[in-house]
Structures are given as C-alpha cells and as structure tokens.
C-alpha cells in the first residue's frame, strides 16, 4: 500500500531530513515509526500527506505515484487518508458532530449519509453520546477521540497518526492505540508515529526507527 | 464489536474531475451562503461595525446620484410645453402662410400653433413700450414680421426633437428665423452631465475603497482561521471549498453595507424634505424631493454585492496561495 523508493528530501534551509529512505507496507498492516525528534519522522508523514514532496525518489501509495498527482488532484488524494495529530485540532466553533462530520462535508455527501457514517464513527470510538457536545467541553482523551473519528470517518485505506498519544497519560494513550489496532481489523493500513516505546511493549506490529534521515535497521 | 458496516474502502483513487451534480453543487452553495451569514450574526457588534463603514462610504456615491435624480426630474419638468417662435419672412403672401399653417398642424410634435399677425406685433409691441404715435409715425409701412408660435406636446419637448424641429424649420422658405427657448436647458443638460461624469468618479473612488474594505474584513477573517483552513486542506478539501464560505461572507458584508447605505440616504432625504418643500414653495414651485428610485436602491444593493464578492474574491485567492505548502 505504501512504498518509499530512494527517497529523499532535503530542505532549502536545515539540510537532508530524509537519505535514501526506502519502506514497504503492506495493505492492511499497522505500523509503528519511532526516533528521536528530527529523525524525520515528521517529513516521512508530510511526504505522503503531499504538504511536501520528496526531493529525490518515488512515493508510491495504492500504486499511484505521488510524483504523478497534480496540485489540483491533491484534494481528491487526500481523502484517502485519515490524518491524526498530536493535538486533535478540533474546530472549536462546532460541535462534535459537525467535526466529524467535516471530511464528509467536503467530499459531498447527503444529510442522511454523513449522519449515518458520523454516528458509526462516534459509535467506533465510545462518543456516540457526546454528538452535541462542543469540543472544549470534552476531556484531552475524548477530544483527541473526536480527532480520530474525524480521521476515519470517510473510511478511509490508510490512517496516517502523528504523535497521537504525545499528550495523553499511559493509560488513555493505550487505549487510543487499541482503537488503531481495531482499524487495522477493518482492513485500515495505519503508519503510527510514536517516541512512546514503552507503549509499544504492548504490541506486536512491526517498528520501523528512524535516526539522522535513515532507517536504522534492527 | 463496534459497527461492521464500519470498513475501509481498499483502493486509492485520485478523482481527477469533482462530482458536478447540479443539486448537490446548489445545496453546498446554499449551506455556504447560509452558514456563512450564521458566522456574521454571531459576532454581531464585529459585523455591524465592518458593515457600517462600508455603509457609509457607499451613502456619498449614493446620495450624490439621488440628487442628481432630482435635478434631472427639476429640469425635466421645465422642458414641458416647450415654444418655438417662427418668424417669417417680410411680405409673405396670406396664402402661402396659411399653407404653411395648415402643414404645422398636421406635424405630430407640434400641438398648438399660436398666429401673431404683423398687426398684433405692432400693437402689442406699442402696449408694452407705450409708443402710442409708432403706428401713426410709421404710417402703413409694418417693419414687424409675422410670427407663428408653436406650442410642442409634453413628449415632445425633449432637446433632440426641438433641434431637429428646428433645423427642418429653418429651411423652409417661407421661415426667415427660428427661435427656440431651450438653449438655457441645453446649457443646464450639459452642466448636469459634467456633475454626473463627476459623481461617477466619485462613485468609482468610494467603490474602490469599498472593494478594499471588504478585502481587509475577509483577509482578517482568514488569518483568524487559519488553523481551520489547514485542517480542512488535509482532509481534502478544495481550493473551493475553502473559498466557498469567505466569498459568501464578502457578498453579506457587501449587502449589509449597501443595506446601512439605503438606511443612511432614506433618513437623510426624510430629513431634507420639509426645508426643500418649504423653499420649493417660496419659489412658487410644486418641487418635492424624492427619496431613491426602487430601480437605485435595487443598483445600490446589486453594487454593494457585487463589491463585496470582488472584494473578497481577490482576498482569498491571495491569502490561499500563502496556504500553498499546506
């Protein structure tokens, strides 16, 4: 599902983040990507989420190469992905239902279809009751939820999560792992960044380290 | 376990043409048009203060051409019922006058045609100087012409006919000299046109300065969302899409403004309207000032959209460029 080929990226202004990166992840596979801050981990995601584009190599994702997809198709391209951050970055005007909501809103679908497929994702990640609630009134846990419903509420093949338990103590920061892992059960290719290695312990899904731009090889 | 029906869809696809249903296209316009009025009224005050100083720099442009309506309506008035005085040449047979009396009646411009005799000049000419002995000095020699006065109808008084009416008069032979009494409106048209040609720069000026107003209101309002811009550019949205809901707030700002302008120019005129009857009446006229015409006030509200549409327009497709990398 995703490939890196001599990939490489560097960066007008602080050097090469990526060296002849190359990485294959298979449909359907969860995998973990640690290292330090700067390894570039960051660019890796940022590369396929087409924010930027490798300097050097192929990024192929679901067989297309990226290199291929014009600046106006990068929307269309982007919602295959479910992109998590390390802050949920909810949208503070709306309520919970209308962020979920959002990724359907912009792909165009119907009233009856977002609300169905909303509720499904609320359902996913145990907020099925706070629809209505507004975002700030919700706990950091249940906030960076909203923020992973959102992700995948549009079903999409490949979730993309950046730090997504950089904020959360361990025993939330579990279970948000586990929701992951659940996604990967519904057929979900899911590339997670995390430096919480401890928290990795508890899973048995592939990690990939990254060190100086490189992939250290364990 | 959650829902089933929950599943990634497999494959990756890159539309390269967006889905242009004409209903769902209408229905995202009419939920951009609607949500992004709901944004404006729940920050009123913030509103009402951008909304009212496009409103007041669309009230100069618009009570200029108000009054400017007015004048035109004054001038109009005094062009009805216009005259044309015929003079005609000395000596001119009775017959041939009568012949060119009765032609003058069939004319559709012409609705009265007045005969002054020589005679009648001479006496009328004798009242007025009180040269009673002239007639008796001059014995049976009449130096005055004949004259014939035309009476226009009431469409007819427009200056293009009468310059024409004119012109084909004076051709005639029997016609020594045509006078007409409207060179002072031709004078005063032509003033009215400089002040309008005037008016419009005016117009254009405050346009412009409307367009920026509304541009630096939506680029505002994008730097404050900018967080949301780029969550929703990750998410897949378009350029559009994005787009949508400013240009939509731009149209409001416009609306609202032109709306504050309409208020402004209404209050102003209502205002006005007493000491302009009472000086109207001074001058024995029946001149009352009118408020803005449906037709301006509809301009005005088309205009002020319009403005606000462009403004934000240029606004946004200046600020996503930034959002380029993103």
């Known amino acids: 599902m995703i490939h890196f080929q001599n990939v490489s990226k560097r960066y007008e202004r602080g050097g090469d983040a990526l060296k002849n990166v190359n990485l294959h992840v298979e449909s359907g596979e969860m995998v973990f990507l640690t290292g330090h801050s700067g390894a570039g981990k960051s660019t890796l995601l940022r590369l396929l989420s087409l924010v930027e584009r490798a300097t050097r190599g192929q990024v192929i994702v679901g067989g297309k190469n990226l290199s291929e997809i014009k600046r106006s198709q990068i929307p269309h391209y982007r919602r295959n992905l479910g992109i998590v951050f390390q802050s949920p970055r909810l949208l503070t005007d709306r309520t919970v239902f209308d962020n979920v909501a959002l990724p359907l809103v912009i792909a165009g679908h119907g009233h009856k279809e977002i609300t169905r497929r909303v509720r499904a994702a609320l359902d996913l990640v145990g907020l099925l009751g706070k629809e209505r609630a507004q975002p700030i009134a919700l706990s950091g846990g249940e906030q960076q939820r909203v923020g992973i419903a959102r992700a995948v509420v549009h079903r999409p093949p490949i979730v993309l999560a950046d730090e997504p338990t950089g904020n959360l103590d361990p025993v939330l920061s579990l279970e948000i792992m586990t929701l992951f892992e659940r996604f990967q059960q519904f057929g979900v290719t899911a590339l997670i960044v995390t430096h919480d290695l401890e928290l990795l312990g508890h899973f048995a899904h592939r990690i990939l380290s990254l060190r100086d731009g490189m992939f250290k090889h364990a | ?326």
Do not use: C
Request: net charge negative.
């Open chain 2, 1 to 326: 376990m959650p829902d089933r029906s929950f599943r990634a869809e497999q494959s990756v696809s890159i539309k390269t043409r967006a889905r242009f249903q004409g209903g769902t296209w209408l229905l995202r316009h009419l939920h951009a048009l609607v949500f992004s009025f709901g944004q404006l009224v729940r920050q009123p005050a913030n509103t009402i203060l951008s909304a009212s100083v496009i409103g007041i720099a669309l009230t100069l442009p618009m009570s200029l051409f108000v009054l400017l309506d007015n004048v035109k309506m004054l001038t109009h008035s005094w062009e009805g019922g216009a005259q044309l005085s015929l003079y005609l040449h000395q000596g001119l047979a009775d017959t041939h006058q009568q012949r060119l009396i009765d032609e003058l009646h069939v004319m559709a411009e012409i609705e009265r045609v007045l005969v002054i005799t020589p005679a009648q000049a001479l006496e009328e000419y004798q009242q007025l100087t009180g040269f009673d002995s002239l007639g008796a000095a001059l014995g049976d020699e009449n130096p005055l012409p004949g004259v014939l006065v035309l009476f226009l109808g009431d469409g007819q008084s427009t200056l293009e006919t009468v310059d024409e009416l004119v012109g084909e008069l004076a051709r005639r032979p029997e016609v020594e000299l045509v006078q007409s009494d409207l060179q002072w409106i031709e004078r005063l048209h032509t003033m009215v046109d400089v002040v309008q040609r005037g008016i419009g720069i005016v117009a254009v000026l405050f346009g412009f300065g409307v367009l920026l107003i509304i541009g630096n209101t939506i680029r505002m309002g994008i730097q404050n969302r900018h967080d949301e811009i780029e969550i929703t550019k990750l998410v897949g949205a378009t350029d559009a899409f994005i787009r949508r809901p400013f240009l939509y707030s731009g149209f409001w700002y416009g609306l609202l403004g032109a709306a504050i302008a309409w208020i402004l120019v209404a209050s102003s005129f209502h205002f006005l309207a007493e000491p302009v009857r009472e000086l109207a009446t001074l001058y024995n006229s029946e001149f009352r000032l009118a408020g803005a015409s449906v037709d301006s006030v509809l301009t005005l509200l088309g205009a002020g959209a319009s403005l606000g549409l462009a403004g934000s327009w240029f606004a946004v497709n200046r600020q996503l460029r930034l959002f380029n990398t993103v």
